[in-house]
């Protein structure tokens, strides 16, 4: 079992004591390492820290060269990772389960942030008040999407008559045009996401997250596969070292993660509507950073029961017949938790800067 927070600093720890101070260098001494990250989906918001650890030479000060390529859906980042086209990645939490439930290699190192953020979506003036009211309604949805095996047991909890549903199967490249054109009355989606693909079309939206009927999943991951992390322990920690002090770096200055993430990506400010994006991306997911696990652990922090109750639904509404249950003490870590913390004034912080995010969406 590994979901503990014990610190490995033995080289700083044995040069403290002998009162040798030449002892706090880089991880890496010689030639940077050079490591692949993935990430679950297009460069946005919600992960400027990725960009933030290499602008702020997070991973230079650890002798780490990052290379970060964006992702196509969190599912396929997993199986990515597991199949060893990247050292690194970030993964939704039930892409990490579903991904393990089948015998992809993974090994989760921290949790960024602990919101997904799983919902529907739909027009601010929509007569679509309670998820009962998409009864006779058209619903846009993914079936590829990290939310789609959930409909079921959030049909369910929320009293829907499923078989009054219309689910219309779109791909996720026009799903939010479809919901700005009246295509469709509502989608299911990564909420958050998809109000900021809306608003920067125009179009204000309101949602109702799963986590409010109890299906409720941490967001990302950062993963690697076993043998690196058996291997490499050392590596690993400096990677996931370097993620959350960036992460540390956007929760206390969000202004200049946003500024950060445009100049490493220069087509978001670009595009139309994409600084405003960032913005709002970045801002959901500061919002869902503040909850018990970081502040009374650190961040990173993953918490073995809530990773149960995540793991009973993947396997209950997600996972295939002859998918096997991950040991959530095996797949997740904390090892490496600890070092990255806010203060209590910080946290005060983040919550006052960070509220109006959800209230965007009507929650």
């Known amino acids: 079992m590994h979901l503990h927070n014990a610190r490995r600093r033995t080289l700083l720890k044995a040069g403290a004591a002998l009162g040798v101070t030449g002892l706090v260098r880089p991880v890496f001494a010689a030639a940077p390492r050079q490591v692949s990250i993935t990430l679950?989906?297009?460069?946005?918001?919600?992960?400027?820290?990725?960009?933030?650890?290499?602008?702020?030479?997070?991973?230079?000060?650890?002798g780490i060269d990052a290379t970060i390529t964006r992702g196509y859906g969190s599912l396929t980042a997993g199986q990515a990772v597991g199949a060893g086209r990247f050292d690194f990645g970030l993964v939704s939490a039930s892409?990490?389960?579903?991904?393990?439930?089948?015998?992809?290699?993974?090994?989760?190192?921290?949790?960024?942030?602990?919101?997904?953020?799983?919902?529907?979506?739909?027009?601010?003036?929509?007569?679509?008040?309670?998820?009962?009211?998409?009864?006779?309604?058209?619903?846009?949805?993914?079936?590829?999407?990290?939310?789609?095996p959930f409909w079921k047991v959030f049909a369910s909890k929320a009293g829907i008559d499923e078989s009054k549903v219309t689910k219309v199967?779109?791909?996720?490249?026009?799903?939010?045009?479809?919901?700005?054109?009246?295509?469709?009355?509502?989608?299911?989606?990564?909420?958050?996401?998809?109000?900021?693909?809306?608003?920067?079309?125009?179009?204000?939206?309101?949602?109702?997250?799963?986590?409010h009927y109890g299906v409720s999943f941490y967001s990302n991951n950062i993963v690697t596969r076993p043998d690196m992390l058996a291997r490499d322990p050392q590596l690993c920690e400096a990677v996931t070292d370097?993620?959350?002090?960036?992460?540390?770096?956007?929760?206390?200055?969000?202004?200049?993660?946003?500024?950060?993430?445009?100049?490493?990506?220069?087509?978001?400010?670009?595009?139309?509507?994409?600084?405003?994006?960032?913005?709002?991306?970045?801002?959901?997911?500061?919002?869902?950073?503040?909850?018990?696990?970081?502040?009374?652990?650190?961040l990173g922090y993953s918490d073995p029961k809530r990773l149960d109750e995540m793991t009973d639904l993947v396997?209950?509404?997600?996972?295939?017949?002859?998918?096997?249950?991950?040991?959530?003490?095996?797949?997740?870590?904390?090892?490496?938790?600890?070092?990255?913390?806010?203060?209590?004034?910080?946290?005060?912080?983040v919550r006052q800067q960070n509220a109006q995010y959800p209230k965007l969406l009507g929650i």
């Open 40 to 62: 679950p989906w297009l460069a946005q918001g919600a992960t400027s820290y990725v960009y933030v650890a290499v602008a702020q030479g997070m991973f230079k000060k650890r």
């Open 95 to 148: 892409s990490t389960l579903l991904c393990a439930a089948n015998g992809i290699p993974l090994s989760a190192l921290a949790t960024t942030n602990y919101e997904a953020y799983l919902g529907i979506l739909v027009p601010a003036g929509s007569d679509i008040r309670t998820p009962k009211d998409l009864e006779g309604k058209k619903l846009g949805c993914v079936p590829s999407s990290v939310e789609f």
């Open 169 to 211: 199967q779109v791909d996720p490249r026009v799903l939010e045009r479809l919901l700005v054109q009246k295509q469709v009355d509502a989608c299911y989606c990564v909420a958050s996401t998809s109000y900021a693909v809306a608003k920067g079309m125009g179009v204000d939206t309101r949602a109702m997250l799963l986590s």
């Open 242 to 298: 370097a993620l959350l002090e960036a992460l540390a770096f956007v929760a206390r200055d969000p202004e200049a993660g946003v500024d950060i993430l445009i100049k490493s990506v220069p087509e978001i400010g670009l595009t139309k509507g994409g600084s405003e994006n960032a913005r709002l991306s970045q801002g959901f997911m500061l919002a869902s950073l503040p909850y018990p696990e970081a502040i009374d652990h650190g």
């Open 315 to 349: 396997m209950r509404y997600a996972a295939a017949g002859n998918a096997k249950r991950p040991d959530t003490g095996t797949l997740f870590t904390n090892r490496f938790i600890g070092e990255s913390r806010l203060s209590a004034a910080e946290w005060a912080s």
